[in-house]
């Protein structure tokens, strides 16, 4: 039997909190490693516990998710932990904030709870996770931040279907919604991704929606 997805849930709110663990350990894939309520008892227990996933609120005391999150998955962790960031606060700079600290995911806390074990399984196997509320944000509200302020986009090594794959996962498609839009397989849109990935260097989905709004190669 394969060995169930340790999660570490950390949220303030000790009602939420509990739904979380409830939720988590009704799955028979899944096991609550720990929770807490603050992101430095995060940080400490992760660090203890090894959990595969830490389920992360942003606004907690003592230590924000954003700073838990860039001590547990940021570029300069030796061995980062992944981190799916789950909050209420869908319209915050938090959300773009929270992709740059290294979350693997982010999922907004109106989602309904098979979405939110999507995510856990999902973010466990080393995919990344953007919920389509989230990317609409990035697009939306931080789009002029994101992009370059002269307005031309960096020279890339990617393809023009590479590019053409790269804005469908920037606006938040899935693998599936793109292989229907491009009219080729799911297995094929894999293969792009991964290919875009390597080229940009770049760790997962979520660093490559991130890029390709900062960079101007999707507008």
């Known amino acids: 039997m394969t060995a169930p997805i ?8 000790v009602l939420v909190r509990t ?8 799955q028979p894939d899944l096991e609550v490693a720990g929770e807490c309520g603050d992101g430095r008892a995060a940080v400490d227990l992760a660090a203890r516990l090894r959990p595969d996933v830490v389920v992360m609120d942003v606004r907690m005391p003592v230590l924000d998710g954003i700073e838990a999150t860039r001590l547990l998955a940021g570029e ?7 981190v799916l960031v789950v909050t209420t606060f869908n319209l915050d700079e938090y959300v773009y904030e929270a992709l740059r600290a290294g979350a693997s995911g982010f999922l907004l806390k109106d989602a309904p709870p098979d979405r939110l074990l999507h995510g856990i399984r999902t973010v466990a196997t080393g995919a990344a996770l953007l919920d ?17 302020t002269d307005g031309t986009p960096p020279k890339t090594p990617l393809t023009p279907r590479e590019l053409e794959v790269l804005r469908l996962v920037a606006n938040g498609l899935s693998n599936s919604e793109i292989a229907e ?12 991704v991964s290919r875009i990935l390597t080229k940009l260097q770049l760790r997962d989905r979520v660093q490559a929606v991130v890029h390709a709004y900062r960079t101007g190669l999707v507008t």
């Open 19 to 26: 739904g979380l663990v409830t939720i988590v350990d009704a």
């Open 76 to 82: 300069r962790v030796t061995h980062p932990v992944k």
């Open 181 to 192: 839009a491009l009219v080729i397989s799911p297995e094929t849109v894999k293969t792009f």
């Open 132 to 148: 389509p509320e989230v990317t609409r944000t990035l697009v939306g509200r931080y789009a002029a931040r994101i992009r370059p």
């Open 6 to 13: 340790r999660v570490l849930v950390c949220d303030d709110q």
